[in-house]
């Protein structure tokens, strides 16, 4: 057979194989049924007279529940803030060699991770019924200074002990398993070159143990956000308590729980947004390339591109 008749069977045999692209009928039903439930979600939303959107509006003008937004979020920044610090020296406790300091921060673990937020809130709300008053001074000796245990912890302060004590829990085995995380290597490596436990922990294994922190973190911080709303059982009154206080009144709840639900929504959505960013930041140091952000997403889709795969990363983490 000849170069010709070769070219010729070879021609013939790629024509005989068509490429038919596979049909996925079950995607198309799913999109169908999502598209009709959408669709009447949304006329309800519109039509039904019972939703009272005018009602909703005015309950998201209303001071009160203005005012408990801000509580919610100062108490969710500080329970936070107090719950990672706490978290973090706990972890360190956990894995420490010394036996008096593992076994305290277990103890610690043990008793907040187990009983209720909620019977936490209620103990520091009424810490004055153990001790009337709280005073600074020698440990069995005079005391320096003494005020009332009402005076010293307010209800803000309760439920800011109650919230961060039992979160510093939670962040304690979050920040454990990213330690745990990172090769023993890294740190035998900073060993090697002089470098202490402190500054090892500090310079060499948290900042890669992060990657594996931020994303239990941010979902404990939206989880917080929500928890607030427990402290309405010792009459403090932030998003949620404000929202029952006028509901309570006018019997409106349904528009209310919404118009507070809407505010819900709209904070959790910012941190989400302020997460994803942060675990990309640091997703910088062990990946290569990195996801396009939403808002490279929006425009590719807008303009009709495709979004870009991967943004690449150079060796010094920053963007190619």
Same mark, same amino acid.
Do not use: C
């Given at each position: ?36 439930? =959408? ?21 998201? +003008? ?36 010394? #036996? ?6 277990? @103890? ?14 209620? $103990?520091?709300?009424?810490?004055? $019924? ?6 600074? *001074?020698?440990? @069995? ?14 209800? @803000?302060?309760? %439920?800011?002990? *109650?919230? =961060?004590?039992?979160? =510093?829990?939670?962040? %304690? ?11 023993? *290597? ?48 010792? =009459? ?18 349904? #528009?209310?729980?919404? %118009? ?24 910088? *140091? ?32 920053? +963007?190619?």
């Amino acid at each position: 057979m000849n170069k010709t008749d070769q070219g010729s069977v070879t021609s013939g045999r790629s024509e005989a194989i068509k490429a038919v692209p596979v049909r996925h009928p079950g995607r198309w039903a799913g999109v169908a049924v999502i598209a009709v439930l =959408a669709a009447m979600l949304l006329h309800a939303l519109i039509y039904n007279p019972a939703f009272m959107w005018d009602v909703v509006w005015r309950t998201m +003008q209303d001071q009160t529940v203005i005012h408990g937004i801000w509580v919610t979020i100062e108490l969710t920044v500080l329970s936070m803030v107090i719950g990672v610090i706490g978290g973090v020296l706990l972890a360190v406790m956990r894995l420490s060699g010394n #036996p008096v300091l593992s076994g305290t921060a277990w @103890f610690y673990i043990w008793i907040f991770r187990g009983t209720p937020l909620l019977v936490q809130l209620v $103990f520091w709300n009424n810490i004055g $019924f153990l001790w009337p008053k709280l005073s600074i *001074g020698i440990p @069995f000796g005079p005391s320096f200074f003494s005020e009332s245990s009402n005076t010293l912890v307010p209800v @803000f302060t309760a %439920a800011l002990l *109650g919230l =961060a004590l039992n979160e =510093a829990a939670y962040m %304690a085995e979050i920040v454990r398993a990213g330690i745990q995380s990172v090769d023993e *290597g890294q740190a035998e490596a900073a060993h090697a070159l002089g470098m202490s436990k402190a500054a090892t922990m500090r310079r060499i294994v948290l900042p890669q143990a992060m990657r594996v922190i931020i994303p239990p973190t941010g979902n404990e911080t939206i989880s917080m956000l929500k928890n607030t709303s427990l402290v309405q059982v010792i =009459a403090l009154v932030e998003l949620f308590t404000a929202g029952h206080d006028i509901y309570a009144r006018t019997f409106q709840t349904v #528009p209310v729980l919404i %118009a507070v639900s809407i505010y819900y929504l709209l904070m959790t959505s910012v941190m989400t947004i302020g997460q994803y960013y942060i675990e990309r930041h640091y997703a910088r *140091g062990a990946n290569r390339t990195l996801p396009p952000t939403p808002i490279q997403r929006v425009r590719a889709l807008l303009g009709g591109r495709p979004a870009p795969k991967a943004t690449p990363v150079s060796d010094e983490g920053s +963007q190619a």
